[in-house]
């Protein structure tokens, strides 16, 4: 029990200030070759997201695009993004705000 009373750290703790969360640092290099799976693991999911559905779903797509007033692009653009399917009664989508230079 003594040994525990005596105990003192070797390395002070570290300070951090109001609002850290004791984190890892972000600014750490990266590994190399994992930017490369990630670039690959996004083209994989791009690719598999608009790889070409059956010919009965992708006629219910644009039947329903049709119905809602859309391209069919436009239809899945909005269907992968929200996750949801765009139907006649939506609002529009506001236009892109683009900065101007």
Do not use: C
């Not at 930017?35 to 070409?52: C, E, I, M, N, T």
């Not at 006629?59 to 069919?72: C, D, K, N």
């Amino acid at each position: 029990m003594s040994d525990l009373r005596n105990w003192k750290r070797e390395t002070p703790w570290p300070r951090f200030g109001i609002g850290h969360n004791g984190g890892p640092p972000l600014d750490d290099e990266e590994p190399p070759g994992k930017l490369l799976f990630v670039r690959y693991a996004w083209k994989q999911a791009h690719a598999a997201a608009w790889r070409p559905p059956s010919r009965d779903i992708a006629l219910f797509r644009l039947r329903r695009a049709e119905a809602a007033g859309l391209s069919y692009h436009e239809y899945m653009l909005r269907l992968l993004d929200t996750g949801r399917y765009p139907q006649a009664g939506d609002a529009p989508e506001p236009p892109d705000i683009k900065e101007k230079s």
